[in-house]
């Protein structure tokens, strides 16, 4: 049994190793005339322990524990990269600027499309050229305009590949068993982006 479960961890680790890293996810995308991604985050829920070590899991979002990944897809929700999982406390944006993920679009000369949760996470001047591009979020003295929500509507017709893109690789069944330890829930997401692009491509 031992031996099974050894076996089986080596070769997650090795269908891990074989994940594309972001940079060299973005250049193939970029090569392929492609000129915009679709950014998005989701939490893979783990079961509650108690302890004080668990409450970076908890997921104030989501009410719920779980592990946090960012994924990106190409326009027709293809995964083409997933980040490190992190504790479901970590937000969205926090993750990203830890992959330094603007900095890899600009070196590429792509942008990413992404929801609300990202507003922010693009810090670039006025006169730059964006490189994260959200919506518009609505204030308490300040509704949003008639064009402002119409720009969003548009954006999440746009965005809606990456929900298919984050549904594939969800559909893995062992993904409901992962426990609370990030560096081998790492390991097996990247191994499942493997799996799920060749699925896919079938």
Known sequence: ?????WLLAAGCWLLAARAPRLDRALKKIARSGGGVVLLDGSLIRTHRRT???NRKN???KHKCHGLLVIALTDDKGRLVWVSAVRPGRTSEITACRHDKLTA???AAGLGA???LGFVGLDDSGPDADPAVITGYKAARNRPLTRGQKLSNKALAAVRAPVEHGFA??????VLGKVRTDPRWATALVRALLVLTNREVAR
């Open 113 to 115: 499309i992404a929801d």
């Open 104 to 106: 890899h679009l600009r």
């Open 58 to 60: 908890y997921s104030g």
């Open 51 to 53: 302890g004080t070590e």
């Open 168 to 173: 594939h690789l969800k559909n893995w069944r």
């Open 1 to 5: 049994m031992a031996a099974g479960c």
